[in-house]
Structures are given as structure tokens and as C-alpha cells.
């Protein structure tokens, strides 16, 4: 018996007259279930596990809980006739899809099977995921991709191609609906890549992941430049250059673990909020060593994980594009059992300053939060935009303003906590009270100012400067001036810019109790089908 044929019981029985019995029927049925499971046989299973991956359903079985998987359209298979397609008609055509529990909260996937035409998406295995994407958007549910696959089926030409343009525009509706998230565990090429960037976070595995829009050979053929498939698509390279992979991990078993803990931290759709845990971790608990962690003096560097750390529950939190524009931090936690999402300047990397990719990475983020009501923690301590001829050329106003854009437009519940230094344009743009924050706290190492002390002096009093007998002397004299005149730590909070200047030990009870306060917060709008948000 071949992998696409079972053998059905006959009957001798006269014609028109049938002695054929449910039971022999179930029994059919379960033989093809089982082929279908089973896949192509032990040589294809064998061949994958050589690659260094998993077979789609032992993934399934990583990221579902046990036994409550509930696959459809086990039993599809292609119509497509030539080039030899009519002699191989597998089930579930290379993609299983269905539904389970996730710690007990029901979540869609569809996961592609590379041992059957490689994975490769033709026109029955694409109205399977369409269904899928359908069924998730109905049911309010989050949606999981496992992708391995080698892109459109070329035997099933445009067919394939629409195929996708199906699961493109599926995602799109669905973006702010329901988390979608993309796990790439094996080659994407081609318009394939498309899906996952479309999605809210991609996940990628060292060595066995690529993505790229052309590959190697094509590349080599138009340009001539030499580039191995890691080299031109791997997880390193979109972990940290392109932005693309939000988080990498070095096996799947790892990996799969993770989309299982940020599933724990996100609400099922955009109606709903994410479960709350019980903390374990006491509210009111001092966090004294943030006395310790954090330098007073502004020019000092100081890496603000471990702040994070400090506050939220537990000391956990998950990083989100950790290794690209590692200048801004953005991770999801809990503060008192409820997720939240914390944005943070990272003075450890180019001194915090907010650059091109770093107001894309936090924009992006924010957005997310809003569109899945997590609240917003901002941790300040920026000393401005980065400056520089490729960043004004780069487009720096355009991309800061994504920035400015996406914290302006959130309705969730915002709260801003100055750390240290907050100058210029780039304290406005890190959620100040001027853009719509709920609260704003400082801690009393504060300077909110225009610029630091050292170039507004140099601005404001240069001519008093330069016609001075010690020029360095009076410089000094006026930079103390200029600081305690306008930068001391309560002159924001004299002028109602903030709220409270709290203890930074108190940082993680002020937080809480500030975000019980706004849980029931509600905010309308103006009547608009969408805002023109820079690109």
C-alpha cells in the first residue's frame, strides 16, 4: 500500500445490493488517518531529523498541550495535473492546520510539512491555511505559523502565486485583531517571506532558518556577489540587522517553548485583556537596589536590564528584538500579575540616544501594546536624537516621527517614569505629559531640559563667555547656574510636567498601584477611518 492509496474492502455481493458495514468503513478511515499521519515514510522523517529539524507534528506536539490538537482537512489532497502532480497526491498536501490549547487557551496553527513537496504551497495546501486564518479571525484566537517551506509550487504556477496573495491579505485584516506570530524553523524564499513580516513577531532558529525575498543564485546571477544562505537570510542576520526576527533561539525545542510563554503573556484578541497571574512577587515589595544601579551623574553608563529586572515580577521579562537597535529596550512582563509592556532607554548602547532604528523598533512596539491592551511603561533616561549626516539623510524626522505618532495615538493606559536625563525633542517623544501620558514620575536624579547644561550654556551665555578675562572659569559658573536655575529635579514637578518625584526604591508599588488605578481607562477618538501615520 503506497503512502497515497488504501486499499477499500469489496463485496461480492450482487450489483445493486451492498453488504458493506460501518465498522469495515471506520476501519478504512482510520487507515488513511493513519497515512496520513504517518507522512511519506521513514526515509523522508530520517532525512529531516538529519537537517537538524523536527517533523510538523512532533513541533505541534511541543507547542500544544498534550492530546488536545484537533487537526482539519487531514484528508486534502491536490488537484493539480503534469509534471508528474496527477502520481502524487499525499495527504494534507503538505500543511497540517487545526487547533488547541496553549496552558489551557485555545490558539490556531498551521504548520508546513517540508517532507511532502518541500513544503511548498499550491493551491490545496493554500485554501487550507486561508481556512485556518479564517476560523482563527472568527474565534478571537491567536495564530501560530510554523513555517518550512520552499515557497510557491512551481508545477501549480499562478494558482500557487494567488495562493498566497490569499494568506497576505488574511494577515492584514486580522493585524490588531489577533496575535499572529511566525515561527520560521526552515527555509521562507520568495513572496513566502512576505507572510511573516506582516505578522507581530517572527521567531528564528540559528542554522536551520533562512528568509530572503531572492536567494543566493539569483543574487549571484544579477550582481555576481558571492553569499551562502545564512550569510544572505540566517537568523543572525535579521535578528540583528534587518529587524525582521524578534527573537532567535538556538533549537526548536527552545524556540517553541518561548511562543508558548509570549502566548501567556497576550490576550486572545483585541477585545479582550491578557490573563492575569496572582503575583507571587509582593506589590508593595522596596526595590532598593535600584539606589544602586543607576549612577546619579547623567554622563555615566549604567545597563538598564537589570532595573527592569528589578521592578517587575519576579525579575522576568521577555526582550523583544534584543539584538537589533539595542539603544531602546522593549520587553513584556508582569507588574502585579497584569502584562505590560516597557519601553526603555538603554544608556549602556551609543548612550541611549533614540536613532532611525531604534524609533522604528519602539514605534512598532507600542503600537502592538495598543492594539492588544497592554499598558505602556516608559523608563526615560535619553539624551537626545543621534546626530549626524546619515541620520538627517537617512530620514530621521520621518522615522523619530513613527515614534511621536504611535505613543500620541494609544489609549492604553501610559505611564512615564524619568530615571535620569530627559533633553530635548527625544524627552517629548518618550511619552512626556505633553503627548498624552496618564502619569509621569521622576525619580530625583532627574534633568528635564532643552539640552544639558553644558551646550545650553555655551548657547545662551556665549557672549558673556567670550568677552569674560577666564573664559573656562565663567563657562563653569554659568553651566551651575543654568542647572540649578532650570534643571533641578523639581522644576518639572513645580510646573505640573510631573506627577511625583517618588523614591526609586518605591519605582515598582508606584507603578502597580498607578495601573489599578487606570485599568478601567477609556478613551474615544475622532471619527477617522485610519490616521496617515509616517512611513
Not at 521562507?188 to 532558529?205: I, K, N, Q, R
Not at 509570549?262 to 490576550?267: A, I, K, Q, R, T
Not at 532598593?288 to 528589578?310: F, G, K, N
Not at 515580577?313 to 512582563?333: I, K, S
Request: proline content about 5%; hydrophobic content about 40%.
Amino acid at each position: 500500500m503506497s503512502v497515497y492509496e488504501v486499499d477499500r474492502p469489496t463485496s461480492q455481493a450482487p450489483v445493486g445490493e451492498s453488504t458493506t458495514h460501518l465498522r469495515e468503513l471506520t476501519v478504512e478511515l482510520a487507515a488513511r488517518r493513519d497515512l496520513a499521519a504517518a507522512g511519506p515514510g521513514e526515509a523522508a522523517t530520517d532525512a529531516q531529523h538529519r537537517r537538524g529539524k523536527l517533523t510538523v507534528r512532533e513541533r505541534l506536539q511541543l507547542l500544544f498541550d498534550e492530546g488536545t490538537f484537533t487537526e482539519i482537512e487531514t484528508l486534502r489532497r491536490h488537484r493539480a495535473t503534469g509534471f508528474g502532480l496527477e502520481d502524487r497526491r499525499p495527504y494534507t498536501d503538505g500543511v497540517v492546520t487545526g487547533w488547541g490549547l496553549v496552558d489551557g487557551r485555545r490558539v490556531f496553527a498551521y504548520a508546513h510539512d517540508f517532507r511532502i513537496f518541500g513544503g511548498a504551497l499550491g493551491e490545496a495546501h493554500a485554501q487550507k491555511i486561508h481556512k485556518l486564518m479564517d476560523l482563527a479571525e472568527a474565534a478571537g484566537a491567536p495564530l501560530v505559523s510554523l513555517n518550512d517551506g520552499a515557497g510557491a509550487r512551481i508545477q501549480e504556477g499562478i494558482s500557487a502565486l494567488a495562493g498566497y496573495g490569499g494568506i497576505f491579505q488574511r494577515n492584514v485584516r486580522s493585524s490588531g485583531v489577533i496575535p499572529q506570530i511566525s515561527v520560521m524553523l526552515g527555509p521562507c524564499a520568495g513572496g513566502a517571506a512576505y507572510s511573516p513580516s506582516l505578522t507581530d513577531f517572527v521567531f528564528m532558529v540559528r542554522s536551520t532558518s533562512q528568509m530572503f525575498v531572492t536567494g543566493p543564485d539569483v543574487v549571484r546571477a544579477v550582481t555576481g556577489e558571492q553569499v551562502t544562505h545564512e550569510e544572505l537570510g540566517g537568523a543572525e542576520v535579521h535578528a540583528a540587522r534587518t529587524g525582521v526576527a524578534a527573537f532567535v533561539h538556538d533549537d526548536e525545542e527552545t524556540c517553541l517553548a518561548e511562543v508558548r510563554y509570549l502566548l501567556s503573556l497576550l490576550p486572545a484578541n483585541n477585545r479582550e485583556m491578557a490573563p492575569e497571574l496572582e503575583p507571587e512577587d509582593p506589590v508593595d515589595r522596596r526595590c532598593e537596589a535600584l539606589l544602586d544601579l543607576v549612577p546619579a551623574e547623567a554622563r555615566r553608563s549604567y545597563d538598564v536590564r537589570p532595573v527592569i529586572a528589578e521592578i517587575v515580577d519576579d525579575g522576568d521579562f521577555t526582550e523583544v528584538h534584543e539584538l537589533w537597535a539595542p539603544n531602546v529596550v522593549c520587553a513584556l512582563a508582569r507588574l502585579g500579575g497584569q502584562s505590560v509592556g516597557i519601553v526603555a532607554n538603554q544608556p549602556s548602547v551609543y548612550a541611549g540616544v533614540l536613532d532611525i532604528e531604534a524609533s522604528q523598533k519602539a514605534a512598532r512596539f507600542v503600537q502592538f501594546c495598543d492594539a492588544f491592551n497592554i499598558p505602556l511603561v516608559t523608563l526615560v533616561d535619553v539624551p537626545g536624537f543621534l546626530p549626524g549626516v546619515d541620520q538627517e539623510h537617512g530620514g530621521i524626522i520621518r522615522h523619530g516621527a513613527k515614534l511621536l505618532y504611535a505613543y500620541c495615538d494609544a489609549t492604553v493606559p501610559r505611564i512615564q517614569v524619568i530615571l535620569r536625563k530627559a533633553y530635548g525633542g527625544a524627552y517629548i517623544v518618550m511619552d512626556s505629559r505633553s503627548i498624552g501620558c496618564d502619569l509621569s514620575f521622576a525619580w530625583p536624579s532627574n534633568e528635564i531640559a532643552v539640552m544639558g547644561a553644558e551646550g545650553a550654556a555655551n548657547v545662551v551665555f556665549r557672549k558673556q563667555i567670550a568677552a569674560s578675562d577666564d573664559p573656562e572659569a565663567t563657562r563653569a559658573r554659568l553651566i551651575e547656574e543654568y542647572r540649578a536655575e532650570l534643571m533641578h529635579p523639581y522644576y518639572a514637578a513645580e510646573r505640573g510636567l510631573v506627577d511625583d518625584v517618588i523614591d526609586p526604591a518605591d519605582t515598582r508599588k508606584v507603578l502597580i498601584d498607578a495601573l489599578a488605578m487606570l485599568r478601567a481607562k477609556h478613551r474615544g477618538g475622532p471619527a477617522r477611518k485610519h490616521g496617515n501615520q509616517p512611513q
